[in-house]
């Protein structure tokens, strides 16, 4: 039997990922803000927590999910947050994608408890931690990596060490910026090829047999109905909102800027992440890029 993990975060990634931890044997002890998520977790066969401190106090290893860095340095760092109860030896995992300069502090405030923190962030959307083959991007303590690998593969394929804390989300901001730019050129491919006169799937399947194809092409198309299965062809709804791509493109250019990197097209993706929220696409799927340049045709 092993022994319990903890779980903050039970979002539309944390859920999927805490679930095959519970598939797997591991016993879970949850605690999400969002009772909703909690009682379906409880379904499922976890233990739900009170707050954040009372899962640190009763576990070894422990997971967090959360949106952004605000939530991260509440959970962590807050009144009845994770470091106020921490045992000594503890591993905290946090997979959220936030700043690499938020997981440093985090990792520095953990140390001086006498457990160890790294970051995970995940790669793949909601339907690879569904299926548990998410790829893990992780920065830490070297002598750390296999403890995390061996949990962290119950829900992913991938587990790649990245270096000293911080540097898993340096290689997760990075490829999110490609993919913010990968989806807008995609939608904008797939628009203007409509109005062209092709039909979508035709065109979705030439470009995955030619130069273009992308995974945004190919395996999360933003035409409705292209693939199935995706947000694109549920409403957009679930998925990987257009806010939390704004918020990584937002931690791109900040690390654009920290080291004098020219990011244009990644400032221009920022831009046009940051008008979606402004319009109403906040809560959409981040393939809703799709839709936004229709509509703005419409306008
Ligand atoms: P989400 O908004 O669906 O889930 C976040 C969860 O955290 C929610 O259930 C919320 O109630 C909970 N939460 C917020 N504040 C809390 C607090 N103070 N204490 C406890 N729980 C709290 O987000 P998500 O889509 O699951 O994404 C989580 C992270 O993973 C984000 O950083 C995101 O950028 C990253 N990510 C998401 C995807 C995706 O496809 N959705 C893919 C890769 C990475």
Avoid at 39 to 46: C, P, R, V
Avoid at 91 to 113: G, Y
Avoid at 236 to 264: R, V
Avoid at 274 to 291: E, I, P, V, W
């Amino acid at each position: 039997q092993e022994t319990p993990v903890g779980f903050v975060g039970l979002g539309n990634m944390g859920g999927h990922m805490a679930r095959n931890l519970l598939k797997k044997g591991y016993p879970v002890i949850a605690f999400d803000v969002s009772k909703d998520a909690l009682s379906t977790l409880k379904n499922d066969g976890a233990v739900v927590a009170e707050s954040p401190a009372e899962v640190a106090a009763n576990v070894s290893r422990l997971v967090s999910m959360l949106p952004a860095s605000a939530e991260v340095q509440e959970v962590y760092g807050g009144k009845k947050g994770i470091l106020s109860t921490v045992k000594k030896g503890t591993l905290l995992l946090d997979s959220s994608t936030i700043d690499p300069s938020v997981s440093q502090q985090v990792a520095a405030l953990a140390e001086k408890q006498g457990a160890t923190f790294m970051d995970s962030p995940v790669s793949g959307g909601v339907n690879a931690a569904r299926d548990g083959i998410l790829t893990f991007m992780v920065g830490g303590p070297e002598a750390s990596f296999a403890q995390a690998k061996a949990l962290l593969d119950n829900m992913g394929k991938n587990v790649v060490y990245c270096g000293p804390v911080g540097t898993g989300q340096a290689a997760k901001i990075c490829n999110n910026m490609l993919l913010a730019i990968s989806m807008i050129g995609t939608s904008e491919t797939m628009n203007l090829g409509i109005r062209l006169g092709l039909d979508p799937k035709l065109l979705a399947k030439i470009l995955n047999m030619s130069s273009g194809r992308c995974w945004s092409s190919e395996v999360y198309n933003p035409v409705p109905g292209v693939v199935p299965g995706v947000p694109s062809s549920n409403d957009y709804k679930g998925g990987f909102g257009s806010a939390l791509m704004a918020k990584d493109l937002g931690l791109a250019q900040n690390a654009a800027t920290n080291t004098k990197s020219p990011t244009p097209l990644g400032s221009l993706a920022h831009q046009i992440y940051r008008t979606m929220c402004n319009q109403g696409y906040s809560g959409k799927d981040f393939s809703s890029a799709f839709l936004f340049l229709q509509e703005q045709d419409k306008k």
